[in-house]
């Protein structure tokens, strides 16, 4: 087994490598402090290309008890549901943390759902194709719960890189470590109700491609890395 995969056995034992030297080289430098603090409600604009941000409207479902354990681990979270002009909603995540700790793993939404009573199904990783030709690692997934179908699309940033992948987001986590740099980050995701998936996945593609070319480039690093960690 461990020669058929010798890739993940290689990783394995670059981990346990980068564990032991992380005792030596202890981050203890935020990266946010090194750059501009981050407003996720001014940074991502209330209307761009065709969607406009519907305030009075709230489709996303998410139980006290959770809301209080992201609180906890995430510093800023925003949450909003656009509409274009056909009528279709898209309802928008984004859940930052000035420190990228293991805790923050635990609330994908793989992860939450479940808790709040929805099935999942179709967790893949794939990409996803944006504005110049980038391409960026994201996880898809149908969350279903009595006649709510919520087809996901997410990613999640260390640092200045983008991941879904967990073994590689912990390992992008300890390079930045073994600089003595606590990385910060967060987790973007979209999502619609729609009984088509695909048409749901297009949807969310739209929209993604419109909210990245509405950013400065500042902020679209911010959103979707400079690099992927993969």
């Not at 906890?72 to 509409?83: C, G």
């Amino acid at each position: 087994m461990l020669l058929r995969n010798g890739g993940y056995y290689m990783i394995g034992l670059l981990m346990i490598a980068a564990v032991g030297l992380t005792k030596v080289a202890t981050p203890h430098v935020q990266r946010v402090r090194t750059g501009a603090m981050i407003d996720l409600k001014t940074m991502i604009p209330a209307q761009f290309g065709e969607w406009k941000e519907q305030p009075e409207l709230n489709l996303m479902v998410i139980d006290p008890a959770t809301q209080q354990r992201i609180n906890t681990v995430y510093n800023q979270t925003l949450s909003r549901t656009y509409i274009n002009p056909a009528g279709e909603r898209v309802m928008l995540a984004i859940a930052y943390g000035s420190n990228q700790s293991d805790d923050m793993q635990v609330h994908k939404p793989e992860n939450c759902y479940p808790t709040q009573g929805f099935q999942v199904t179709g967790l893949v990783k794939t990409v996803m194709a944006l504005p110049n030709h980038r391409m960026i690692p994201v996880k898809r997934m149908v969350a279903s719960h009595d006649h709510r179908i919520e087809p996901i699309t997410y990613w999640t940033t260390v640092g200045n890189e983008v991941e879904v992948d967990g073994l590689r987001w912990k390992i992008a986590q300890l390079r930045y470590g073994l600089t003595g740099v606590i990385p910060d980050g967060l987790l973007f995701r979209v999502s619609s109700i729609d009984n088509n998936v695909q048409h749901a996945y297009a949807l969310q593609n739209n929209f993604v491609d419109e909210l990245v070319e509405s950013l400065n480039a500042k902020d679209r690093n911010r959103i979707i890395g400079v690099k992927n960690a993969s």
